[in-house]
Nanobody, 115 residues
Framework: QVQLVESGGGLVQAGGSLRLSCAAS????????LGWYRQALGKQRELVAT??????NYADSVKGRFTISRDNAKNTVFLQMDSLKPEDTAVYYC??????????WGRGTQVTVSS
């Protein structure tokens, strides 16, 4: 029903910035919750940030450095990542949730932060 496509990942030096984008195949106005998750090698997938009803939530490890936002006109959710650290290296996944339809995930985009 819904497709999500991430972009913007890549290789960046520590202290640098990246902005991830997640484009949805339907209006994100109808999506109750949007979020970013990440999974590093050898670690469990973890929540990075969510946005729902205009409210944002962040993992403690990224507070003050990452910002989640959405542009309903472009059907896109963003994750601005500043002051990147090597420990931020992971595959980042976009997730959406609609109460009556369930959740759906993008394929992920690799973020690598070099020291």
């Amino acid at each position: 029903q819904v497709q999500l496509v991430e972009s913007g990942g890549g290789l960046v030096q520590a202290g640098g910035s990246l902005r991830l984008s997640c484009a949805a195949s339907r209006s994100i106005f109808s999506i109750n919750t949007l979020g970013w998750y990440r999974q590093a090698l050898g670690k469990q997938r973890e929540l990075v940030a969510t946005i729902s009803s205009g409210r944002t939530n962040y993992a403690d490890s990224v507070k003050g450095r990452f910002t989640i936002s959405r542009d309903n006109a472009k059907n896109t959710v963003f994750l601005q990542m500043d002051s990147l650290k090597p420990e931020d290296t992971a595959v980042y996944y976009c997730k959406g949730f609609i109460l009556h339809l369930g959740e759906f995930w993008g394929r992920g985009t690799q973020v690598t932060v070099s020291s």
